[in-house]
C-alpha cells in the first residue's frame, strides 16, 4: 500500500520499518508463521545419479552411483531434484508439514501478489512461471477463447557473490490438438510429439555446470524446480496402458534425440531407466485427486526416468530448442543468446517441459533457460566489491522490443528479500542521524509504511533505466511490516531498435546477503577406499537459520523421499542400509515410512531405491548409508559428484598381462608335464636302439675304421664345404639382383 | 680336479639330457658363478645412471605448457600484498591460528569458493619422526607428546584447525577434484608461511575464475601445529571415511571451539555468508592429485631459480612418473625455472664415487678408440651427480617414511608431490609470478586428464629430473645379486638329497660340488653305507625355524613395549633383555626337539648338517628377499648387497681351519672363507651397530634413546626397514653365526 501511491512518480520502495529494534518479537514472531507457511510448501528434491555412460568406452567407464544434487556437495530441500542417467540413482526428498499436505498449498506460500499498478496478465504470466502447475487455471482466464498463445519473459536477479542470474522463460499454450489443426505458432514437433506418445506430461533438460543451492538459493521458483543436473534429463508420464508404456518410452527418446540432437537415444535401454512411483510424476493427476477423484489416481508404472550425466550441452541442442519459438531469436528475449555469453557461463540449464491442463486437455509447453552469468568487469584484484553489469555486458546485445507474436513480453529484474532487508538496512544507516532526532515520526511511518527506499537509486545501487512497473511480493502472512522481495518490471511492448532496452545495475556499496536456502543441506558421498568395499552415504543437515526451535513447529515431521538409481554393476547390499539420526542408529522403521526397492537385475535394469521417510522437526543431521561390492565389475563408475574408483585392472596394459601369464603358465604347465609323463630310462633305451635314421647309418659306417685325425679332418672339411656352398650362394644371389 | 673326475665318468655314461647338464655346469661352477653375479650386480649397480633414459610425456591428455598461463602481475601483487597483510595480522594478534584461519575464510568466501574448517586433535599415536639430518623442515620432532598420547580423546578438545576451500569448476559435475596443501606452521609464523599462504590465496582466486576446471580444486591449508603430514593424513582419513557417529559430543566440542574462534567479534562473521555450513565436512569426489607447495626465501644456486622436488611416498612408492614430468618440463620449458631433487649433501663429495665415474670414463674413451660411436660414460662430474641422487632417492626409500605431506595422499593410491620453491629476497615478484604460472600450469595440466594417472610409470627411480630408471632396468642388478643364493643352496643340498636316493638316481655322479677330493670320497662311502640323511634335514628346519619364531617374537616384543609408557632408554634395554632370553629359549627347545628325534641321526649326517643348515638359510633368505623387493625395492637391493657375501661366504670356522692345512688347498678358497667370516663377524647383530657406530657415530646422536626413538618411529610409518631387519637381516645373521661356530666331527672319525 505504502508503494502504491508512489509507483508512478519515484517507483516504489522498499519497507524500512524492520529497522527498528521495537518490532523484533513481532517480527520474530512473524517469521516463524512464515516459517510454517514454507514448510507447508511442497517441494522436492532428487538427488541425481548416474550411471556407466558407455560412450566413455574401455577407458572410464562412468556412472553415477549416486549424489546429492548439484553443486558440490550440498542439496537443498525444497530443490527439484534432477538427474541423472543410465544408471543413477537421484534422491527426492519432499518436505510437507504433515498436518497439511495439500500438494498445492504451494499456492499459500508462494507468491501472493500485492502488486502496484501491475497488469494481471503480468502477474499470472509471472506466477506460472514460479507454480508451473497452476498455469492451465490462469491461462484459461487469460486466454479465454483463444487457440493459441505464446508469452515470453526474461527474469534477471542479482546473486549474492556477484554473478547474476537470467531465467529466459517461455510460454507456448495450445487449447486444442487436433491432429488435423493447423498450427499458428505452438510448434507442430512438439504436438505430433504429444499426440503420438500419448504423452501426459514430459520434462527434458540439458545443463552444464552446478546449481549452487547455498548460495544461489533453493527456495525461489528458479532454484527449487528450475535447477537441474548435469547432463541430460528426462522423465515422461504416458497415458497408456502399463504394457504399452516401455515401447512408448523406447520411441519417444528416439524422436527427442533426433529432434535435439543429444544422444537421448541411450536411454532406450532398460538398463538405465527407472520407473520412479513417489517422486516424480504428474501435477494433473494430484490436482485431480484433490478434485475428489480416487485418492491413488496416479497409475503407478507410467513414468519413466532416465538421465545422461555425462551429455555435453552445446549449440548444436540450443539452436533445435530456439526453432520451438515462434520467433527464433530474430525477434523479442530470444535475441540476447549471444553464443558465446551463454556458453561461458557457471550454469546453463536449457528446458523444455510439455503439460495437459487436463488429462487431454489443452497442451502447455514451457521452455526455460536458466543461465548464471559472471558479469565481466575489470576490477581490482582481491576486492570484495560487486561487479556492476548491464545486458551489453553480459550478452553483448540489446533488447530491441519484443516478439511480435508474443502475448506479453516482459524483463524482470528480482531484488530478493534478504538482498532487499540489507539495502534497508543500509539506507537506515546512512540517514540515521537524521533520523535519531525524529523517533517519533519514524514509529509512526514505520507503520504506515511511510519511509521507504527507492528502488532503482538507493545507498546500494542504481538501476538505469527506471522500470515500468513494481510488484511487491507477499510473503503468505499477509503481514507487510516486513521487507518483502521486488520485482521491477520492464515491459518491451515500450522498446524498440531505436529505444532498446539496456537494463544496467551499478553497486555503490559492498551489500552482504544471502539467498533464502532449504531447510536441509544434503550430501551424498562415498566411504572408504581401497578396491574392494565402500559405503554410500547420504546426509542430511539442517539449515538453522530457518528458526525451527519453535515447540509447535517441532511437533511435526519432516517427509523427506530419497531416490536413489544406483547401476546394476554397483552391487548394493540392501540389507546394510543404515540410518542414523543426529549420530544415533535408529531402527530404520522408526523413520521410514514408505520403502519402493526395485533390485537390480544384471544388463537389465538398475536397482532404485525410493525411500519416503519422516524426520522429527528437531534432526538436526540424518545420514543413510549402504554398503556395496566394488568387485562385480571391472568398471569406474561416475556420478555427478561421486566417483566409484572400482577394482579395475589397467586396461592399457592387458597384452603385457596377457603375454606374461600365458608364458609362466606355458613354461609352467609345459615343464610339469613333461616331468610327469616322460620316462627318461624308458627313452634313452629307445634312442640307443634305433640311433639315428639311415644317413647317420651310413655316416657312422663310413667313419668306421678312421682314425681321429681322419675324423675330425672330415668333420671341419664338411664344413667348409658348407660354408663354401653358402658363400657361393650368397654371391649367386647378390649377382642375380645385380642383373 | 673334481673336473677330470667327471670326464673320465661322462664317457662310460650315456649322455644326460641338456637342462640336467646346464644345471650340472652351474653347480659344477658355482662358486665361480656366484662370484660373478655379485660382482656383475655391484657394477649394475653402479652403471645405473648411464642406463637412464630421458623422461617423456606418456600421457598424451596432459598437455604441458598448451594453455597460456592467466597467472599475471597483478596476481603477483595480489600475492605479495596478501604476505603483508597476514603479516601485519599476525603480528598484532596473539592467537595466530585465529587470525589466519579467520583471514583465509574470509579471503576464500570472497573468491566464491566453498568454505570450511576442519579441527582435529593430535592422533592418537603421535607420529614422531626421525631426526635424520636430511629430512629437515618435513617432519616435526615431538619430544613432549609421551604425555600426550595416553589421554582419553574423547575428553580432549581438538586443538588445531585446518581450513579448507573447495571451487566448484563452474561446468563441470565435479566428481573429481584436486588437492593444493599450503601447510604453515602457527607456532611458527613468519615470513614463509605469509608467502606462501599469499601466493596460495593468489592463485586460488585466480582459479577461481577459471572456466577451464574440469575438476574441483581443493585448497588444503593444514595447520602443521604437530606437523604437515598428520593434518593432512587427519583430513584424509575423514575424508574417506568419516567416523561413523561423527555427530557426537566430540563434534559438538569441535563446533564449539570453531565457534569460539571466529565469531569473537560478531560484526565481520556476520558477513561470513556460510559461517553455518564452516562446521560442515565438504567434499569434491575422488581425489585425482595431490600437489603440496611451500615458498622458502633462499638465494639463487647458480642464477637460477629452483624448485625442490620430493616424491617419495611411504617405503618408497613413488607417484606417477608423469606428474613429476609434467612439472619438469613446464618448469625447464616454459618458466626457465631449475628444477631439483632433494639430495644428502655429503654424497655428492664421495670421492670413490668420483673414482668410479673417472673409471668408467677412461673405459669409454678405450671403447671409443674400437668403435668411436659407442659412447655410454657420463662425465665423471655428472655420474657422481646422479649417482648421489639416485643413492639419496634410495636412502629415503630405505627409511621408508615419506619424504613429506604428500606421503599420506598415497597411502589413498593419490598420486601426490611437494614442491618447494626458492624465492630471493630481491627480484621477488618475478620470481612469484613465474612460480604462480608454473602452479597454474600443472594444475591445468592435470586438470585435462581424463583419467586416473596410469600411462607412465610407478616403479622407478630418478637419477636426475629428466633421467629415469625403470623397473626393467633396477631389477637386474638385484636379480644378479639374488641369483647366487638359490644356486648355491642347490649346489649344498645336492649332494646330500643325492646320498639318501643313490640307489635309484642314475645321474648321481656329480659330487664335485665339494671342495675337496676327500669330502667327495666320504660322500661316496657314506651312499655305500645307504645313511639317511633326513635326520639332518629334520633337524635342520628345526634349527631354522626356530630361528625366524625367534625374530618373529623379536618384532612383536618390539611392537609390544613400544606402547608401554616408561622411558626410551629402559624400553631399549627391556626388548634386548627379551630378546636375548627369548633366542636361549629358542634355542633350547631347538635342541631339545633334535635331540628327540636323535635316533635317526647317524654320524655322517651329522658331519653334513652345516651344509644343510647353510642350505635352508640361503632359500630362506633368497625368498625374503625376493618378497622383499615388492615391498620396498631399494632395501632388498640393500638386504641382497649385505645379506649375499654373508651367506655365500660363511664356512665353519673349523672347516675352514682345516682346509686351510689340507693338501689341496687354494689361494682363492682360503681368500673367500676369510672375506665371508669377517663379513658375517661384521653383520651380526652386535658387529653390525659397532659398525655404524664407529663410522656414523660423530655425524649422528646415537644414544640408546634415540635408537629407540628412531625403532618406534619406524613401526609407527610402517616402514619396511623394520621388518626386513628383525625378520629377514637377524635369523640370517643369527643363522650365519651358528654356522660359523658348528664344531665338525674329528677329522678321523
Known amino acids: 500500500m505504502a508503494g502504491n501511491s508512489s509507483s508512478k512518480t519515484n517507483g516504489a520502495r522498499i519497507d524500512n520499518s524492520s529497522r527498528s529494534a521495537g518490532c523484533s518479537s513481532r517480527r520474530r514472531g512473524d517469521e516463524i508463521r512464515r516459517e510454517a507457511g514454507d514448510w507447508q510448501s511442497m517441494a522436492f528434491m532428487l538427488v541425481r545419479s548416474m550411471k556407466r555412460n558407455s560412450e566413455a568406452g574401455a577407458k572410464k567407464v562412468e556412472g553415477l552411483v549416486a549424489g546429492a544434487r548439484g553443486c558440490g556437495d550440498d542439496v537443498l530441500l525444497g530443490n527439484h531434484l534432477k538427474a541423472i542417467v543410465p544408471t543413477g540413482s537421484a534422491i527426492g526428498q519432499r518436505c510437507c508439514n504433515d498436518r497439511t499436505m495439500a500438494n498445492n498449498s504451494f499456492l499459500t506460500s508462494g507468491l501472493r501478489s500485492r502488486q ?32 493459441e498463445a505464446f508469452s515470453e519473459d526474461l527474469l534477471i536477479r542479482p546473486l549474492s557473490d556477484g554473478k547474476v542470474l537470467n531465467h529466459f522463460y517461455f510460454k507456448n499454450y495450445l487449447h486444442t490438438l487436433g491432429s488435423a489443426a493447423h498450427n499458428h505458432v505452438f510448434p507442430k514437433a512438439i504436438s505430433q510429439l504429444v499426440r503420438k506418445f500419448h504423452i501426459s506430461e514430459l520434462e527434458l533438460s540439458f545443463t552444464q555446470g552446478r546449481w549452487n543451492y547455498e548460495r544461489w538459493g533453493a527456495l525461489d521458483p528458479v532454484g527449487s524446480s528450475n535447477a537441474k543436473p548435469s547432463g541430460v534429463e528426462l522423465w515422461a508420464e504416458f497415458d497408456v496402458p502399463s504394457d504399452q508404456v516401455d515401447p512408448t518410452w523406447r520411441n519417444l527418446t528416439h524422436a527427442l534425440s533426433g529432434l535435439f540432437c543429444a544422444s537421448i537415444n541411450f536411454l532406450e535401454s532398460p538398463a538405465v531407466v527407472a520407473a520412479p512411483s513417489l517422486v516424480f510424476g504428474s501435477r494433473i493427476n494430484k490436482g485431480a485427486s484433490k478434485e475428489g477423484h480416487t485418492a491413488n489416481v496416479r497409475k503407478s508404472g507410467v513414468v519413466r526416468y532416465g538421465a545422461l550425466p555425462r551429455e555435453a550441452v552445446c549449440t548444436e541442442n ?33 528446458r523444455v517441459h510439455v503439460g495437459r491442463s487436463q488429462p487431454g486437455g489443452a497442451v502447455i509447453l514451457e521452455q526455460t533457460l536458466t543461465l548464471v552469468l559472471q558479469p565481466a568487469q575489470l576490477r581490482e584484484r582481491g576486492s570484495k566489491e560487486l561487479p556492476n553489469w548491464s545486458l551489453t555486458s553480459l550478452f553483448a546485445r540489446k533488447l530491441e522490443g519484443r516478439c511480435p507474436l508474443a502475448k506479453s513480453s516482459h524483463v524482470l529484474l528480482e531484488l530478493e528479500r534478504p538482498l532487499v532487508l540489507s539495502v534497508e538496512r543500509l539506507a537506515a544507516s546512512k540517514s540515521e542521524p537524521a533520523e535519531l532526532s525524529d523517533e517519533k515520526s519514524q514509529q509512526g511511518r514505520r507503520n504506515d509504511k511511510g519511509r521507504q527506499v527507492d528502488v532503482a537509486d538507493n545507498p546500494a545501487f542504481h538501476m538505469s533505466p527506471y522500470p515500468d512497473r513494481v510488484f511487491v511480493e507477499s510473503q503468505g502472512s499477509g503481514d507487510i511490516s516486513q521487507a518483502s522481495s521486488l520485482m521491477l518490471d520492464y515491459d518491451l511492448q515500450n522498446h524498440s531498435s531505436a529505444r532498446p532496452l539496456n537494463l544496467a545495475m551499478l553497486w555503490k556499496e559492498r551489500v552482504y546477503w544471502s539467498s533464502l536456502r532449504g531447510p536441509f543441506r544434503v550430501s551424498r558421498f562415498l566411504i572408504g577406499s581401497g578396491n574392494e568395499k565402500g559405503s554410500l552415504a547420504i546426509e542430511l543437515k539442517r539449515n538453522f537459520d530457518l528458526p525451527v526451535q519453535d515447540e509447535v513447529v517441532a511437533a511435526n515431521d519432516v517427509e523427506v523421499t530419497i531416490f536413489q538409481v544406483v547401476a546394476w554393476y554397483v552391487r548394493l547390499y540392501l540389507h546394510t542400509l543404515t540410518a542414523r539420526v543426529d549420530g544415533n542408529q535408529v531402527p530404520l522403521q522408526n523413520i521410514i515410512t514408505q520403502m519402493l526397492v526395485t533390485p537390480a537385475e544384471d544388463r537389465l535394469s538398475p536397482a532404485v531405491l525410493e525411500v519416503k521417510l519422516k524426520l522429527p522437526r528437531n534432526v538436526s543431521i540424518m545420514s543413510l548409508t549402504m554398503d556395496f561390492d566394488k568387485e562385480a565389475g571391472s568398471v569406474h563408475v561416475y556420478t555427478d559428484n561421486l566417483l566409484v574408483p572400482l577394482a579395475t585392472p589397467d586396461f592399457s596394459m592387458p597384452y603385457n598381462v596377457i603375454t606374461f601369464t600365458c608364458t609362466v603358465l606355458a613354461l609352467y604347465f609345459g615343464s610339469l608335464l613333461n616331468t610327469l609323463r616322460r620316462r627318461i630310462g624308458e627313452e634313452e633305451r629307445l634312442a640307443k636302439r634305433a640311433s639315428g635314421g639311415k644317413l647317420k647309418e651310413s655316416i657312422s659306417r663310413f667313419m668306421e675304421g678312421k682314425s681321429a685325425t681322419q675324423k675330425k679332418l672330415i668333420k671341419v672339411s664338411g664344413v667348409i664345404l658348407i660354408a663354401g656352398i653358402a658363400v657361393a650362394f650368397n654371391y649367386a644371389l647378390e649377382y642375380y639382383q645385380v642383373l | 680336479m673334481a673336473k677330470s673326475a667327471t670326464g673320465e665318468e661322462r664317457s662310460v655314461e650315456p649322455k644326460p639330457r641338456p637342462l640336467v647338464r646346464l644345471g650340472r655346469q652351474l653347480i659344477l661352477h658355482v662358486h665361480i658363478i656366484s662370484f660373478f653375479c655379485y660382482v656383475a650386480g655391484v657394477v649394475a649397480i653402479l652403471i645405473l645412471p648411464m642406463l637412464a633414459k630421458n623422461t617423456y610425456i606418456s600421457e598424451n591428455a596432459l598437455m604441458p605448457g598448451s594453455g597460456n598461463a592467466a597467472f599475471s602481475n597483478s596476481d603477483t601483487l595480489l600475492a605479495r600484498s596478501s604476505a603483508e597483510e597476514l603479516e601485519r595480522l599476525v603480528s598484532q594478534n596473539v592467537n595466530v591460528q585465529r587470525a589466519v584461519s579467520k583471514w583465509l575464510i574470509e579471503e576464500m568466501t570472497a573468491t566464491g569458493a566453498d568454505c570450511y574448517v576442519h579441527p582435529f586433535s593430535l592422533p592418537a599415536s603421535a607420529l614422531s619422526s626421525t631426526r635424520f639430518p636430511t629430512s629437515s623442515g618435513h617432519f616435526k620432532w615431538n619430544t613432549s607428546n609421551a604425555s600426550v598420547t595416553g589421554g582419553d580423546l574423547e575428553e580432549q578438545a581438538p586443538s588445531a584447525m585446518s581450513v579448507v576451500g573447495i571451487i566448484r569448476a563452474p561446468q563441470a559435475e565435479g566428481n573429481e577434484a584436486v588437492v593444493l596443501v599450503t601447510p604453515y606452521d602457527p607456532d611458527d609464523f613468519w615470513h614463509e608461511s605469509a608467502l606462501t599462504l599469499g601466493m596460495g590465496l593468489a592463485l586460488f582466486s585466480r582459479l577461481s575464475q577459471a572456466l577451464w576446471l574440469a575438476r574441483d580444486i581443493v585448497w588444503l591449508v593444514p595447520d602443521s601445529k604437530y606437523g604437515v603430514y598428520p593434518a593432512v593424513a587427519n583430513w584424509l582419513e575423514e575424508y574417506h571415511h568419516p567416523p561413523i557417529n561423527h555427530i ?9 571451539l570453531l565457534r569460539k574462534t571466529l565469531s569473537e567479534d560478531g560484526e565481520s562473521s556476520q558477513q561470513l555468508i556460510d559461517s553455518q555450513t564452516l562446521g560442515d565436512f565438504k567434499r569434491a569426489g575422488t581425489i585425482a592429485t595431490g600437489l603440496v607447495y ?35 618440463s613446464i618448469a ?12 644428502i649433501p655429503g654424497i655428492k663429495s664421495w670421492t670413490w664415487l668420483k673414482t668410479v665415474g673417472m673409471v668408467f670414463e677412461e673405459i669409454n674413451k678405450l671403447t671409443r678408440v674400437i668403435t668411436p660411436s659407442w659412447s655410454f660414460a657420463l662425465p665423471a662430474a655428472t655420474y657422481a651427480e646422479n649417482m648421489a641422487t639416485l643413492f639419496s ?33 630481491q627480484g621477488q615478484d618475478y620470481v612469484l609470478a613465474k612460480v604462480g604460472r608454473h602452479l597454474e600450469g600443472v594444475i591445468r595440466s592435470v586438470n585435462n586428464l581424463l583419467e586416473k594417472w596410469h600411462q607412465s610409470f610407478f616403479l622407478y627411480f630418478l637419477s636426475a629430473l629428466n633421467k629415469y630408471i625403470s623397473v626393467g632396468v633396477y631389477m637386474i642388478p638385484f636379480g644378479l645379486l639374488v641369483l647366487s643364493l638359490p644356486l648355491q643352496a642347490a649346489a649344498l643340498c645336492y649332494p646330500v638329497k643325492e646320498a639318501g636316493s643313490a640307489t635309484t638316481d642314475v645321474s648321481t655322479q656329480s659330487s664335485k660340488i665339494n671342495s675337496t677330493k676327500q669330502r667327495a670320497k666320504k660322500q661316496r662311502l657314506e651312499r655305500k653305507s645307504g645313511a639317511d640323511d633326513s635326520g639332518s634335514w629334520l633337524e635342520a628346519l628345526v634349527l631354522v625355524g626356530a630361528v625366524q619364531l625367534w625374530a618373529f617374537f623379536a618384532a612383536l616384543a618390539l611392537f609390544l613395549i613400544s606402547g608401554t609408557k616408561t622411558t626410551a632408554e629402559f624400553k631399549l634395554r627391556c626388548w634386548l633383555g627379551v630378546v636375548a632370553l627369548s633366542l636361549l629359549v629358542a634355542f633350547t627347545v631347538q635342541k631339545f626337539l633334535t635331540g628327540s628325534m636323535h635316533y635317526k641321526r647317524s654320524t655322517q649326517a651329522h658331519t653334513q648338517s652345516w651344509t644343510v643348515v647353510k642350505a635352508v638359510t640361503l632359500g630362506i633368505t633368497a625368498i625374503d628377499l625376493a618378497v622383499m623387493s615388492t615391498i620396498n625395492f631399494p632395501v632388498s637391493l640393500i638386504g641382497a648387497l649385505t645379506l649375499v657375501p654373508m651367506c655365500l661366504g660363511v664356512f665353519p670356522i673349523q672347516h675352514s681351519w682345516r682346509y686351510a692345512h689340507s693338501d689341496v688347498k687354494s689361494v682363492v678358497g682360503i681368500a673367500a672363507s676369510a672375506v665371508g667370516t669377517v663379513w658375517t663377524l661384521a653383520m651380526s647383530p652386535i658387529g653390525l651397530p659397532l659398525l655404524i657406530w664407529s663410522f656414523y657415530g660423530h655425524l649422528l646422536d646415537i644414544n640408546s634413546e634415540n635408537v629407540w626413538n628412531f625403532a618406534e618411529s619406524l613401526l609407527q610409518w610402517r616402514s619396511a626397514l623394520l621388518p626386513h631387519i628383525l625378520v629377514i637381516h637377524l635369523p640370517c645373521a643369527v643363522l650365519c653365526l651358528y654356522i660359523l661356530l658348528s664344531r665338525l666331527p674329528s677329522q678321523r672319525q
Not at chain 1, 329 to 348: C, E, F, N
Not at chain 2, 248 to 256: A, G, R, T, V, Y
Open chain 2, 294 to 328: 611451500e615458498l622458502k626465501s633462499g638465494l639463487r644456486q647458480g642464477g637460477v631459480d629452483t624448485i625442490t622436488v620430493w616424491a617419495e611416498g611411504p617405503n618408497g612408492q613413488m607417484p606417477n612418473l608423469d606428474f613429476i614430468n609434467v612439472v619438469n
Open chain 2, 393 to 425: 632417492s634410495m636412502f629415503f626409500q630405505i627409511i621408508g617414511l615419506p619424504t613429506g605431506a604428500h606421503g599420506a595422499f598415497r597411502d589413498y593410491q593419490i598420486d601426490a608431490i611437494t614442491l618447494q620453491f626458492i624465492i630471493p629476497t
Open chain 2, 332 to 343: 625447464v620449458y616454459r618458466e626457465s625455472l631449475q628444477l631439483r631433487l632433494e639430495t
Open chain 1, 116 to 147: 502496484v499498478g501491475a497488469s494481471r496478465a503480468f502477474v499470472w504470466g509471472w506466477f506460472l512461471c514460479i507454480v508451473p502447475f497452476l498455469i492451465s487455471g490462469c491461462h484459461s482466464v487469460a486466454d479465454k477463447g483463444r487457440e
Open chain 1, 318 to 350: 540450443l539452436t533445435p530448442w530456439l526453432k520451438l519459438l515462434p520467433c527464433r531469436d530474430k525477434a523479442g528475449i530470444a535475441t540476447l543468446l549471444d553464443r558465446p555469453s551463454v556458453y561461458k557461463g557457471y550454469y546453463h540449464s536449457l
Open chain 2, 248 to 256: 557426537s559430543s566430540h563434534q559438538d566440542m569441535k563446533l564449539e
